[in-house]
Nanobody
Framework: QVQLVESGGDLVQPGGSLRLSCTAS????????MRWYRQAPGKPREWVAT???????AFADSVKGRFTISRENAKNTVFLHMNSLKLEDTAVYYC?????????WGQGTQVTVSS
């Protein structure tokens, strides 16, 4: 059974930082590409960042230069490091793993940026 569990969401002021975590089970984490998505109220889910098995990373233009992504294979965990947060970063953030057996999502973690 595949499980992705996100954590780390919080209320933060503009300009602040957060680190989100996603711990996976039931997949071969070390070889899997991992992604973060987000969904703001009333908007479709959008891709945020990707990290490959070789640690190569890619980011949406809206977060490039402010967010980074990393993984710790020994703990089956991927991180999203968010800096210089803006009001428009407010969303539920989801972890995603696309494997040959299926496309899996976590339950999401809420990030609210507000003064």
């Amino acid at each position: 059974q595949v499980q992705l569990v996100e954590s780390g969401g919080d209320l933060v002021q503009p300009g602040g930082s957060l680190r989100l975590s996603c711990t996976a089970s039931g997949i071969r984490f070390s070889i899997n590409v991992m992604r973060w998505y987000r969904q703001a109220p009333g908007k479709p889910r959008e891709w945020v960042a990707t990290i490959g098995s070789d640690d190569t990373a890619a980011f949406a233009d809206s977060v490039k230069g402010r967010f980074t992504i990393s993984r710790e294979n020994a703990k089956n965990t991927v991180f999203l490091h968010m800096n210089s947060l803006k009001l428009e970063d407010t969303a539920v953030y989801y972890c995603n793993a696309y494997t040959r057996n299926g496309n899996y999502w976590g339950q999401g973690t809420q990030v609210t940026v507000s003064s």
